[in-house]
């Protein structure tokens, strides 16, 4: 939660920075769109029906994406980006960690436990096709960014906590490679993000305790801003 209020402070700065960029120099080689921060909303899709979501579950994305321009206008462009975020998930799903095995549960009673997520810290690659109405000064414009994020979940945990105690620990059968589609698209500083994930958010095999394999497919929606 201290990332989601970080960036919430950082916004206006930023959207400070795009109006003030320099593309009222008229330089017809400008390049758009270089640095992202963004904020998304998590869902859980294709979850066991027992397994449901619980307290706020949030992320944050911040990234540079190199703009390459397909035509003259540059209205039409190529992205390739590196980036940074942080997602967590919460839900009612319990992972348990004794004597080195692992233990999946859904627990139907919310008094047993305060909160109960899976949080991952990742290294972005998105590649994106542009279009976009934009010209060398002005910089409110529509814009429809579509494409693909790969993703590399270098720190991915599981957490409890109860009245009693916290627990937490690395968790191997989180999937360490995922990828996804993405579409970003409004118009001047605010933009929707929409990212669909096409791999599992769990390795595959891993089972509740009720013996039902656990397929989740992460969803987020969320707003990204562009800065020069």
């Known amino acids: 939660m201290k990332e989601f209020l970080v960036a919430l402070f950082l916004l206006p700065v930023l959207v400070l920075s795009q109006e003030n960029s320099f593309k009222s120099s008229g330089d017809t080689n400008y390049l758009e769109d270089q640095f ?3 904020v998304n909303y998590n869902f859980m899709l294709e ?22 321009p397909l035509n003259n206008s540059r209205t039409i ?11 967590s998930y919460y839900s ?5 960690h004794e004597n080195d095995v692992i233990s999946y549960y859904a627990e139907s009673d919310a008094s047993l436990y305060k909160r109960s997520k899976f949080e991952m810290h990742s290294i972005e690659v998105p590649f994106e096709f ?7 000064t002005k910089y409110k414009f529509f814009r429809i960014y579509s494409g693909v994020k790969f993703t590399y979940n270098f720190s991915a945990r599981s957490k409890l906590v109860t009245d009693a105690s916290r627990d ?12 996804g589609l993405t579409l970003n698209f409004g118009y001047n500083t605010f933009n ?17 305790d009720t013996g039902e394999v656990i397929t989740i497919k992460p969803f987020r929606v969320g707003l990204i801003f562009y800065v020069l």
């Open 36 to 38: 992202y921060l963004g």
């Open 47 to 68: 979850k066991p029906q027992d397994v449901f979501k619980r307290n706020f579950s949030y992320g944050l994305q911040i990234g540079l994406i190199k703009d390459l």
């Open 77 to 87: 462009a190529l992205g390739l980006g590196l980036g940074y975020a942080v997602n």
């Open 92 to 96: 009612n799903l319990i992972v348990t």
């Open 130 to 136: 542009r279009w976009r109405n934009s010209s060398p």
């Open 168 to 179: 937490g620990f690395s968790n191997p059968d989180l999937e360490r490679l995922q990828y």
């Open 192 to 208: 929707l993000h929409l990212y669909y994930s096409l791999s599992d958010f769990l390795k595959k095999d891993t089972l509740l």
